[in-house]
């Protein structure tokens, strides 16, 4: 199969391909998703086939308003339309009671359903034209760490897919917070590109499931499946080293060696001479951060590099999402040096 590059021109060419059963790479403002039409099983199948995504990991609806949530959810509760006034289009994917319509191969036998409304005009103009909820994964190989651009998608998705529309980098760089409103409790799933203190401002308590702190204890189930598995990662394996960034800087240098890499803040970019070095974004700035990770995790792929450091951010705003992506990266291996940064 040959993978075309559409632009923001080909609404009706990209929406063909949805309703015609097909793959496409579209834009989101958080990462590039690989969308299919949501209510069509084979095509939801081709999704996990392309991905190389275990069985068991349930796709979420993207859906262009809130209005469309009644058709694909019951027992709707008002938080949902609570958060949907206030963050939607935007990073934040909620998940709800699903209706029959659902196919199971969404939601992999789930009685929930992850729902998002995307915050890219472009995308929102395809689900629009095609008429059909979107089921979208992130647009990488399973495993990767998610694309941020069109060609990072095209690195991964090369020949699986029937095309890619280039709608530019992507403004966040993170996926999209997940929050379950199933429970009495709403409940943080994945931090993601909206912070968790928006949605405490929002809805007042919000719990935080294990799972997003620390690995899981072996035989446990996480809440969201894609939780357990080793994400995000590059070819060599990371080290997360927390704390002061200046004391994180100074464990790293005496740590590296000649092929070691270095994701780190913009203020330590000169800080590792000889290794490779890819900065993030300044240590106060977990929003620019967010933005360059994942671009940092691939970068030292197709180099030299065997073993590789990151300072991590500490958990305020989008630190949360930035810290998590880097933890999942390295499998949870972590060197604690205390009190967090900058
Ligand atoms: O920003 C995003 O959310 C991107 C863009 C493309 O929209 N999508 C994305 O999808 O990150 P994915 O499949 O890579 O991550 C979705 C996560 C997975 O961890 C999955 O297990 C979880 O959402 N999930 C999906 N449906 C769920 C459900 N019913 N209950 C709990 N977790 C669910
Ligand atoms: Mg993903």
């Not at 008002?78 to 969404?106: K, Q």
């Not at 998608?153 to 709608?167: F, S, Y």
């Not at 300072?311 to 810290?323: E, T």
């Amino acid at each position: 199969m040959k993978t075309r590059l559409l632009t923001k021109l080909d609404i009706e060419a990209a929406a063909a391909i949805l309703r015609g059963g097909g793959l496409l790479g579209i834009p989101t403002e958080t990462v590039y998703g690989l969308g299919a039409d949501g209510l069509n099983t084979p095509a939801v199948r081709r999704i996990f086939e392309a991905k190389g995504r275990p069985q068991d990991n349930p796709l979420i609806l993207h859906i262009p308003e809130a209005s469309w949530l009644e058709r694909y959810c019951r027992n709707i509760p008002a938080a949902a339309y609570t958060l949907a006034e206030r963050f939607w289009p935007g990073p934040l994917t909620m998940i709800l009671r699903r209706r029959e319509n659902v196919p199971n191969a969404v939601t992999c036998g789930l009685n929930t359903v992850g729902m998002r409304c995307p915050a890219h005009p472009v995308t929102l103009e395809i689900i629009r034209a095609a008429g059909t909820p979107v089921a979208a994964p992130s647009g990488n190989r399973s495993g990767r760490p998610s694309p941020t651009c069109a060609a990072h998608m095209l690195e991964d998705m090369d020949g699986r897919i029937d095309a890619i529309v280039d709608g530019g980098s992507c403004g966040v760089g993170v996926e999209s917070t997940i929050i379950d409103l199933t429970s009495s409790v709403p409940r943080l799933l994945r931090p993601g590109g909206l912070p968790l203190e928006a949605l405490r401002e929002a809805l007042g308590e919000v719990a935080v499931d294990r799972a997003v702190l620390s690995p899981l204890p072996a035989g446990e189930k996480p809440k969201a499946p894609g939780m357990k598995y080793r994400h995000y990662a590059p070819k060599a394996p990371v080290t997360v080293v927390t704390g002061k960034s200046r004391r994180t800087a100074r464990y790293i240098r005496k740590k590296m060696g000649e092929h070691t890499g270095v994701i780190c803040f913009d203020e330590f970019a000169g800080a590792f001479p000889g290794c490779a070095v890819e900065a993030i974004g300044a240590a106060a700035d977990p929003a620019e951060q967010a933005r360059r990770v994942f671009d940092a995790l691939r970068a030292f792929d197709g180099t030299d590099v065997t073993e590789i450091f990151a300072q991590c951010p500490g958990d305020a705003g989008l630190g949360l999402a930035v810290a998590n992506r880097l933890k999942k990266a390295a499998g949870f291996q972590v060197v604690d040096l205390g009190e967090a940064a900058p």
